[in-house]
């Protein structure tokens, strides 16, 4: 049962009870009650899903059965415990009345791919099974009454990991490296355009997966659910960087981002967990927004083909206004994601501050994140406050009359969800 028919179900039951007459006991037999299975929630999809950045990761079940803890740095990005499940993502963060048991099946970079087929079968993936598997799995203990799902930033067009990387490279090679020299292949040194993260056919085809693999969900949990009654919430994404940084943020040593070598604000916007240029911070915000479009787009088709399920839109992208990184003074500190860390080799110690390093050194530094994805998969995410933001919108998006949410960070750091 949907939590919102729960809630109406037990507000009817308490008014019946006032004013009820008692009737004297019959000596019928009692009929036996099926035992009522214990309700669940689940969440599948992708890294803003699993609560990558959120920290403090759980072990994961991998394709063999075998429980994954850490690894090691230096393992193979494969490893099913990269799928970074923290107990601090928005699923365990949101208030669900009604809800016994949560079970996180999303996995750190998962693409449509990987709801109906095991992520390891294709180029990338990770040693865990199809996520309709362990929803099956879920579904033959529990009746499952809410699902979060977070789908379309990866896929097998773009990912939201390259294009982190391929903006924050930019940077760095700008900052540190002057336009006539030899550096990582030469990488561009100008701002991101939208064009640079993906085309419109790039997002038209990411659309299609996403709602082939959504249908294929809706499809599997109205074939599996105890009860056939279940609430899907579709969540969208916000975006780590503001539209603008703070004046702060904005020049150092009498550099700005327009001209090459400018390495003091380099190190100063790395430090504060936003390496990237000024102009590329439009291009991300419109990236952001296309990424909304497809998880809209999804859910308007899917509500069309299933008119009797249960389906609600969350849109979030506001919920981080005003504490994203470098937005205020004092990030990273502030703000509700992830600042971008590297390592210097698969060592385990973030490197916090590039003052003072060579190009050399910012190569060898940036190689270890190529290397081993692991050691830098967390940057530009939410973090533990942010997915306790994130859980709040969830919890306002289970119970709602609605089909579709915003929901909106104002001023005072309040939400508002409607």
């Excluded at 308490?14 to 009522?36: S, W």
């Excluded at 990411?206 to 609430?231: F, I, K, P, S, Y």
């Excluded at 249960?310 to 003074?329: H, I, K, M, T």
Aim: glycine share 10%; proline share 5%; hydrophobic share 40%.
């Amino acid at each position: 049962m949907s939590l919102l028919k729960r809630y109406l179900v037990a507000a009817g039951v308490a008014v019946a009870a006032v004013g009820a007459v008692v009737l004297p006991a019959t000596a019928a037999e009692p009929t036996a009650e099926p035992t009522a299975l214990p309700t669940a929630a689940i969440s599948i999809g992708d890294s803003f899903i699993s609560g990558e950045g959120g920290g403090s990761y759980s072990a994961v079940t991998d394709l063999n059965g075998v429980s994954q803890g850490f690894p090691g740095w230096s393992a193979a990005n494969n490893n099913a415990y990269f799928c970074h499940r923290s107990p601090n993502a928005s699923l365990y963060r949101a208030t669900l009345p009604g809800i016994q048991d949560r079970f996180n099946l999303a996995c750190s970079g998962g693409q449509p791919h990987d709801i109906a087929s095991p992520s390891a079968s294709r180029e990338k993936g990770r040693t865990v099974a199809a996520q309709l598997d362990q929803l099956r799995g879920v579904a033959q203990t529990h009746d499952i009454d809410l699902v979060l799902v977070g789908l379309g930033s990866n896929n097998s067009s773009f990912t939201f990991g390259d294009a982190v990387s391929v903006c924050a490279n930019r940077f760095i090679a700008d900052a540190w490296t002057g336009w006539w020299e030899f550096w990582a292949g030469d990488p561009p040194q100008e701002p991101c355009t939208l064009g640079d993260l993906a085309t419109e056919a790039e997002f038209a085809a990411a659309t299609t997966e996403t709602t082939n693999a959504l249908r294929a969900l809706l499809t599997t949990l109205d074939e599996v659910d105890a009860d056939g009654q279940h609430r899907v919430v579709f969540q969208d994404y916000t975006n780590p960087l503001p539209t603008d940084f703070a004046q702060r943020y904005h020049e150092e040593d009498g550099r700005a981002d327009d001209r090459d070598k400018f390495r003091d604000l380099g190190a100063e916007r790395y430090a504060a967990g936003c390496p990237a240029h000024r102009g590329t911070l439009a291009a991300g915000h419109l990236f952001s927004q296309a990424l909304g479009r497809i998880v809209q787009s999804s859910h308007a088709t899917l509500s069309a083909e299933f008119p009797a399920d249960d389906l609600v839109y969350l849109n979030v992208q506001s919920a981080f206004d005003g504490a994203r990184l470098c937005e205020q003074d004092g990030s990273p500190g502030n703000a509700l994601a992830t600042p971008i860390r590297l390592m210097d080799g698969p060592s385990g110690t973030f490197v916090t501050d590039l003052g003072g390093k060579d190009k050399l050194d910012i190569q060898r530094i940036a190689g270890t994140c190529v290397d081993y994805f692991q050691t830098c998969q967390e940057s530009w995410h939410p973090n533990a406050n942010g997915y306790g933001v994130l859980g709040q919108c969830l919890g306002g998006a289970a119970v709602t009359g609605s089909r579709q949410v915003t929901c909106v960070r104002q001023g005072d750091g309040s939400l508002s969800v409607g």
